[in-house]
């Protein structure tokens, strides 16, 4: 889930596929982490959120895992569809005072 | 609820000038922010205020200056526009325990897209 440079990653699937974003966090104090989905010209919206007492956590058609033994995140969404096309971002409380930190973003692009 | 609201939606300044940012929320969140997201950059802290008359820097925060006088604003201002300031620019807000303490879920407004020439 790391860009380097300009370019983001990018993950191309299927209509009807799951979707799986990784993302490595930085800080293993950090004890709880977002997903944030930014459709072009928007703001990030919140799409679901787990602490690290918990390695996984189920919403509508998404599902995040932490791994704290290798500071990894990831985001699956089942049955991707069209409107999922997005940037997706992982945050983790742990900068300062619990700011977030953010990573670049995945881009995820939905064949129809 | 109208959630974060910020104005403007774009705005171009030349290189000099002196602008703000203004950001306000209906939803009582004590925790505001304000991020720059540049290309391949993600969202980078500009400033934060974790309650009225608290503020606090975040990871870039020269060039820009932020006051809480009120819990539902928090505006943002450039005090001399360089083309490094060149961004979209996003303001959010949640709750939070207090200072020191975990930051929840964070409500984004719909951004600013700021040209310096």
């Known amino acids: 889930g790391e860009s380097v440079g300009l370019h983001l990653p990018t993950l191309s699937v299927q209509e009807g596929d799951n979707s799986i974003i990784n993302c490595a966090y930085s800080n293993s104090a950090s004890d709880y982490f977002i997903w944030y989905k930014q459709e072009s010209g928007k703001g990030p919206q919140f799409i679901i959120d787990?602490?690290?007492?918990?390695d996984k956590r189920q919403g509508q058609r998404v599902t995040v895992l932490l791994n704290k033994t290798v500071k990894h995140l990831s985001l699956q969404i089942a049955a991707t569809q069209p409107g999922d096309s997005a940037v997706y971002f992982c945050a983790e409380n742990g900068g300062s005072q619990g700011n977030l930190i953010f990573g670049k973003g995945t881009k995820l692009s939905v064949k129809p | 609820n109208a959630g974060v609201t910020q104005t403007p939606k774009f705005q171009v300044l030349k290189t000099g000038q002196s602008m703000t940012l203004q950001c306000a929320q209906d939803?009582?969140?004590?925790?505001m922010s304000w991020y720059r997201q540049d290309p391949g950059m993600g969202l980078r802290l500009i400033h934060y205020s974790v309650g009225a008359g608290i503020t606090d820097q975040g990871e870039v925060p020269n060039g820009y200056n932020v006051s809480r006088s009120t819990t539902e604003d928090f505006p943002l201002r450039l005090l001399s526009a360089a083309p490094s300031q060149t961004s979209v620019y996003f303001c959010?807000?949640?709750?939070?325990?207090?200072?020191?303490?975990?930051?929840?879920?964070?409500?984004f407004g719909p951004g600013t897209r700021l040209t310096v020439t």
């Open positions: 939803m009582n969140h004590e925790y």
């Open positions: 787990i602490r690290s007492n918990m």
């Open positions: 959010a807000s949640s709750y939070s325990l207090g200072a020191g303490t975990v930051i929840y879920e964070q409500y």
